[in-house]
């Protein structure tokens, strides 16, 4: 069997793939979008990698997208000509763009996924009038990128969210968001749409509030259902067979409420909590769909 993994930078964790994905007998390739090469004759096109035909992998994992859409685009239709599978679904369905959070948001509402109440703005002049709406302490989110909480900021009042977004506000675009009263945040592992594990991290009280894989934490041994129901409904909602889930329990009525799926997890932390192979269970997913 032969899976490919697409990818713009190396990642952390990559080489854990690669090393659970020979142990099992699985030849795992890693590629990088630039290296691709597409050829087009006629009504026909062919993608290669190395002057190796596409088509001769059983499965297309893109790992992440980034700034590749077009080669993303691309290798959809390469994959859908050819009839070979990909992870994640969403990718097929609604094209890469889905995975911007602010469209990420819209899918989950539409689907009655519980989430937090949320603005998007472009412009400084939107952002300060959006922000009016909004109770203080809110949560404000830079829409593309932020891994590891960096770029997540609990605003205050209206000086802390002025400093925030002086000089950046352009470039990058906001996320305003509700904050949601809670004693922890909790991230959950998901894989082919199943929980599968998690760990609980304390409050936040300063800056960086949510969706930060550092800091104290602690392995769950039994998750709570409705949390494990509504994280696996959030990934159902987005199409994302592979994800991390960060939420909280609203201490306003307990229920849980979804802040981000992630759809390329980082999983050192996870494993280090609850001692579960994510890289293992990864490659048995990926298997099991090329399979079929």
């Known amino acids: 069997m032969k899976i490919a993994l697409f990818y713009r930078v ?3 964790t990559g080489e854990k793939f690669l090393a659970a994905a020979k142990k099992k007998g699985i030849e795992m390739i890693p590629i990088q979008y630039h290296d ?35 080669w993303a685009g691309l290798l959809l239709l390469y994959a859908q000509k050819k009839k070979v599978p ?36 472009r412009s400084k002049e939107n952002l300060l009038k959006e922000a009016e709406r909004f109770k203080y302490p809110f949560v404000l989110k830079i829409s593309k990128g932020g891994r590891h909480g960096l770029g997540t900021l609990l605003v205050s009042d209206k000086k802390v969210l002025e400093r ?14 509700e904050y949601i009263p809670n004693d922890g945040d909790y991230r959950l592992i998901v894989i082919g749409y199943q929980v599968l594990g998690g760990f609980k991290r304390q409050k936040k009280e ?37 994800a ?27 494993e280090k909590r609850t001692g579960i192979d994510v890289a293992e269970k990864v490659i ?8 079929k």
């Open 284 to 291: 048995d997913y990926l298997a099991q769909k090329a399979k």
């Open 10 to 12: 190396w990642f952390d």
């Open 36 to 70: 691709l090469v597409l050829r087009q004759k006629g009504d026909d096109f062919e993608i290669l990698y190395r002057d190796k035909f596409l088509r001769e992998f059983d499965l297309f994992y893109f790992r992440a997208v980034g700034k590749a859409t077009e």
């Open 206 to 242: 300063k800056r960086l509030v949510l969706s930060r894989s550092l800091g104290p934490s602690e392995g769950l041994k039994t998750i709570p259902k409705a949390v494990k129901e509504e994280a696996e409904k959030a990934c159902q909602a987005l199409k994302v067979e592979i």
């Open 244 to 270: 991390s889930v960060d939420m909280v329990i609203d201490e306003r009525d307990g229920k849980p409420v979804i802040i981000e799926v992630n759809e390329a997890p980082q999983f050192d932390v996870f």
């Open 86 to 121: 990909i992870v994640d679904e969403y990718l097929a369905e609604f094209g890469p763009e889905r995975r911007l959070k602010s469209i990420s948001g819209v899918f989950l509402a539409k689907n009655r996924v519980s989430y937090p109440q949320t603005s998007f703005v």
């Open 164 to 177: 925030s977004i002086k000089g950046r506000i352009e470039k990058t675009g906001f996320l305003l968001q």
